[in-house]
């Protein structure tokens, strides 16, 4: 089960503070709610489908690794996910901070025919 922090979660909270007219979602939040739908998945589909969650990091290190032409290296987080084959799965879940002001989540339907 992935922990998130009472300091993050307090983060859902409505403003209380006057000057405070926004609140903003962290990775933690967002890498939380993520396990929540991997759990719910799993849970209604029974293991029906093939699927792979990925965090907040692995776009980040992608976008990053892309920048500096070393976009192979990104092979090393796939192997400590021990994914060998993208090919294989169903499904790909990914979240996606666009520009520091956006969530969205990525999901790539590789069995879409």
Do not use: C
């Amino acid at each position: 089960m992935y922990e998130i922090t009472l300091k993050s979660m307090q983060l859902l909270d409505p403003p209380n503070h006057p000057n405070q007219n926004e609140n903003w979602l962290n990775d933690e939040i967002i890498n939380g709610y993520v396990e929540l739908i991997k759990q719910r998945y799993q849970k209604e589909e029974g293991h029906k489908y093939n699927l792979e969650f990925f965090n907040t990091y692995a776009y980040s290190k992608l976008v990053q690794l892309m920048k500096v032409g070393k976009i192979h290296q990104f092979d090393r987080i796939l192997k400590r996910k021990k994914i060998t084959e993208l090919g294989k799965y169903d499904k790909i879940f990914i979240p996606v901070n666009l520009e520091k002001s956006h969530w969205l989540l990525l999901v790539v339907n590789i069995s879409y025919n």
